[in-house]
């Protein structure tokens, strides 16, 4: 099917709901599944984002901005997946517990505003990763336009592109929780030194990056291109490192969902 027709699916199905509040990340997904609502929903479609300490301050601030830029009404609620040890245990499955709180967040918020529908960015490619998540959606039958019109992450950029929106090219950003190997315990220790040390690396300019926390040592995920400018200042990341609580440091190329791979491997063997 063309992505013009896709388009327009998307288009007349949330058309049909009347009303919608939208699961919002700022990430390109739910920035179309946003633009669209408004365009067709106007102020009967409401940004909502779920702040906790999983979520970089810079990650939130952006979610503003994107809103605005839309013009759409945008809410902010606090979700405090944090405090659930089931999550903190970091199991394989903890996207689970982490959208389980979500949706259930934003059932309190469509009850509280009259609106019934509850959608996601969930997309077509997302189906043939490991996302626990996804079950969660279903239990709160939360629904995936983009999914259902068997839009593709690439072709999600390219409309997000062609309804002229900043963040077509925006890198994938998922929470700081992400960076933690599964089966280590998630501490907000833990979120507060990869947000700080990310932070660090944003600030030379590299956009697309990963800091994952092996304990005192950190692994940093770049695209090979920044690695020219993670070795020309390494002396003053290293220290920086040090100061946050990283003890050694490994340069090592990014690939998003590095940490599901190995799940998806250990499920494949079994």
Request: glycine share 6%; aromatic share 8%.
């Amino acid at each position: 099917m063309e992505i013009t027709q896709k388009y327009e699916n998307l288009k007349n199905e949330i058309k049909k709901l009347d009303c919608a509040i939208i699961a919002f990340s700022g990430g390109v997904d739910s920035v179309l599944v946003l633009k669209v609502a408004y365009d067709v929903l106007g102020q009967n479609a409401i940004a909502v984002t779920a702040d906790s300490p999983s979520l970089p301050r810079r990650e939130l601030e952006e979610t503003k901005k994107i809103a605005e830029e839309i013009g759409a009404r945008h809410l902010v609620i606090n979700t405090t997946e944090t405090e659930n040890q089931a999550y903190l245990k970091n199991p394989g499955n903890r996207c689970y517990y982490c959208k389980t709180e979500l949706y259930t967040k934003l059932k309190q918020v469509s009850i509280q505003l009259g609106i019934k529908n509850i959608l996601n960015g969930t997309n077509f490619d997302d189906l043939g990763d490991y996302r626990p998540g996804l079950q969660a959606a279903d239990e709160h039958k939360v629904i995936s336009p983009l999914k259902d019109a068997k839009l593709t992450k690439n072709e999600i950029r390219e409309l997000v592109k062609y309804l002229n929106l900043r963040s077509w090219g925006k890198p994938s950003s998922p929470c700081l929780s992400s960076r933690v190997p599964y089966g280590q315990e998630i501490t907000l220790k833990k979120l507060k030194m990869i947000e700080e040390a990310e932070n660090f690396l944003k600030d030379f300019g590299i956009l697309e990056l990963r800091v994952r926390h092996f304990g005192t040592a950190a692994r940093i995920e770049v695209r090979e291109s920044d690695k020219i400018t993670i070795n020309n200042n390494f002396s003053l990341i290293n220290k920086k490192f040090s100061e946050i609580g990283f003890d050694e440091i490994e340069i090592l190329d990014f690939k998003s969902g590095n940490l599901n791979l190995l799940i998806q491997n250990a499920r494949a063997g079994n």
